[in-house]
């Protein structure tokens, strides 16, 4: 059995959108790829799409090493005869590859022949994964001598840039082939998710195909306007696209197939009729310049303009319930667990939520009783799951109760334009919340943040803040949009101001701590620099890009950098506009701690306890003594220091540490 530590040679069969993707994914990350496809034109194009999409990743700092290094690691294969059978140099490349991956057309048949012919000429027990979205993991396998090695190893699109795989197990997978393909999902970068069994549409395409069709059906029964669905979507829901304008862009023909695929292999729906007729009439969407919304002409994309006023007119309980209700069946029938489930959709979709977290979120009684209400309008397949009448009988209905699918403290939640404020005693989180636009910076956000401060500075229930992004990203930096046509003393202000918000984060009298998920760069960066301690998803990417716009970090960037990781270090991340791992943030003194998004929340909560349990006020001497002291000489520091020393023995927090202490009891303080 080859392991992770095993796979050296990745033979890629199948050089498409998804193909040639997953050959770059893997040279990328130091393995040697075979690319094979039927001919030369097709490789070709291949080849020239990789080199364009490296060039794209080293222009923005995220390349490693050159880019003819990395295609140098890929070597071009034809993988068919003129007559139609599969190729000697297919078969030498599968007796040399270490692992099999296959990437080509979405049919039975074919996938069948080509993992015939490849377990033929294997060099051993190599793994055999399909990225198959729709096929049955286990039908693919039955015609090899070892199904045990056959796994599915489905990448997202496109797969360079989405860093969701799900892993499906088929029948007779073996553990250890699940294992291992999870081990290199991981060191290629991509956060991988368990599918335990080998159900149609395994996470994703199956809680998708129930919210699409929900969404479907209450236009086509006239409840709902294609408008009134997608802008309660995005701006109701925060997802990153509305249901249909998802459906155009992506292609209805590649839903309606996949949902037709699902169907003839159990999955129960009763299928929207709009669908259906769009793929008969060949209005597809984006690529044949019409969908549901129209286009400039075919393949080019133009967003969809949705009004944002007519959030709202549909109850997001009822475009959710069906993607719930699917959620609960993968997680009570054992298919993946509820923190994979979450994370298939937050990476997979875009969702800014999980859907378990959304349906804590609107009430689990909420959802049921919809549910009860689309089984009678739709169909059979909204039944609530025993699991959820099972929580609502409990009264474990989400965050109104404490509990749900996960557990809350009491808390409470107001959304400003740009941000949403959970006040979660004695912790206050600030979530930067424009993720349709990776939470870029703009005036609006720059002076709720200072306002919202300014608010939980007075809250004595509020002990310390953690400060973090919603979406994919902590915050791409500042919303560039918004630059067009300004005059230099106009950008000046702006960066006063901005400087002015960092400024106050840096000397505020409560810990921040930035919890950083996805991309903090830019203006985003800064303000994460501002906190006093940084908690990075192993995701996170870290940067000061303005250099490659023309100008240079303008929120104390070229100020705050070099004081966390040294003036040369500073100097090349500014100068090259690099961005850099969280890891390797780090390493550089960037950021303090590193765990795996999904803990991220988690360990941000943690530690945000443990320092609400410290005296209020010792903890903001020891911020002013380190952040004052830094910039002033060591004399004037020492003095503060002991200023604030004293100045502590008035406090009555003092004598209950002290008390405490001797009492050998944990103390209680009260920051008086």
Request: glycine content about 8%.
């Amino acid at each position: 059995m080859v392991s992770a530590n095993d796979v050296k040679q990745v033979l890629v069969v199948g050089a498409g959108t998804m193909g040639h993707g997953i050959a770059e994914v893997f040279a990328i990350a130091g393995y040697n790829v075979f690319l094979a496809d039927v001919n030369r034109q097709i490789l070709d194009s291949a080849m020239d799409k990789i080199r364009w999409s490296l060039s794209k990743l080293a222009e923005k700092g995220q390349l490693k090493e050159s880019v003819d290094s990395v295609m140098s690691r890929i070597t071009a294969v034809i993988s068919v005869n003129p007559d139609g059978s599969f190729s000697n140099d297919l078969a030498a490349a599968a007796s040399q590859a270490d692992m099999m991956i296959e990437a080509i057309t979405e049919k039975l048949d074919a996938k069948q022949a080509l993992f015939r012919f490849v377990d033929q000429h294997r060099k051993g027990k190599i793994i055999m994964a399909t990225n198959t979205s729709s096929l049955p993991i286990t039908e693919i396998a039955s015609v090899t001598s070892s199904p045990e090695l056959v796994v599915g190893m489905h990448f997202f699109n496109p797969p360079p840039l989405m860093p969701l795989i799900e892993v499906i197990k088929g029948e007779r997978t073996s553990d250890d082939v699940v294992q291992s393909v999870v081990d290199l999902a991981k060191r290629i970068g991509k956060q991988p998710v368990v599918v335990n069994k080998d159900v149609p549409g395994f996470i994703v395409n199956r809680i998708l195909a129930r919210f699409l069709n929900t969404a479907c059906w209450l236009v086509a029964k006239g409840r709902a306007s294609v408008l009134e669905v997608d802008s309660t979507v995005r701006f109701s829901l925060g997802f990153p696209m509305g249901a249909f304008e998802l459906a155009d862009y992506s292609g209805i023909d590649v839903f309606y197939l996949i949902a037709v695929a699902m169907t003839q292999r159990g999955f129960r729906q009763t299928p929207c009729p709009l669908f259906e007729q769009m793929y008969k009439a060949n209005t597809l969407g984006m690529k044949t310049g019409k969908g549901f919304y129209e286009y400039p002409k075919p393949g080019a994309y133009v967003r969809p303009q949705i009004p944002k006023d007519l959030a709202g007119k549909v109850d997001p309980v009822t475009l959710i319930a069906g993607a719930v209700n699917e959620a609960a069946w993968l997680l009570e029938n054992g298919i993946a667990t509820k923190e994979d489930i979450d994370k298939a959709v937050k990476l997979g979709l875009g969702w800014p939520k999980g859907v378990f977290e959304l349906a804590d979120q609107y009430g689990i009684d909420s959802i049921v009783a919809t549910l009860s209400q689309l089984k009678q309008d739709i169909g059979p397949e909204y039944s609530p799951e025993p699991l959820l009448t099972q929580m609502v009988s409990q009264g474990t209905l989400g965050v109104k109760t404490g509990k749900g699918f996960y557990e809350y403290g009491h808390y409470e939640e107001v959304a400003k334009s740009t941000l949403i404020v959970r006040y979660e005693k004695p912790i206050a989180w600030i979530i930067l919340n424009r993720p349709n636009k990776l939470n870029a910076i703009n005036v609006d956000m720059i002076n709720e943040l200072s306002q919202t401060l300014d608010e939980i500075e007075q809250n004595p229930d509020v002990r310390v803040i953690i400060l973090t992004g919603s979406g994919k990203a902590f915050s791409a930096g500042a919303d560039i949009t918004g630059f067009a046509g300004i005059t230099p003393i106009q950008a000046a202000i702006f960066s006063r101001k901005f400087q002015e918000l960092t400024l106050k984060m840096e000397y505020y009298t409560k810990p921040i701590i930035v919890a950083i998920n996805g991309y903090a760069l830019g203006g985003g960066l800064e303000i994460a620099m501002s906190g006093d301690i940084r908690i990075a998803a192993e995701t996170a990417m870290l940067g000061q890009p303005e250099i490659n716009l023309g100008f240079i970090p303008g929120a104390g960037g070229t100020q705050r950098l070099p004081r966390l990781i040294g003036r040369s270090s500073a100097k090349l991340l500014i100068f090259t506009g690099d961005m850099v791992s969280a890891k390797d943030a780090k390493e550089l003194g960037l950021v303090d701690y590193v765990v795996p998004p999904e803990r991220l929340e988690q360990e941000a909560r943690s530690l945000a306890l443990k320092l609400a349990e410290k005296p209020p006020l010792a903890l903001l001497a020891a911020k002013l003594a380190v952040e004052m002291g830094l910039e002033s000489n060591i004399w004037a520091g020492l003095a503060l220091e002991s200023q604030l020393f004293g100045l502590l023995f008035s406090t009555k927090d003092v004598v209950e540490g002290v008390s405490a202490f001797l009492e050998k009891r944990k103390p209680s303080f009260k920051g008086e």
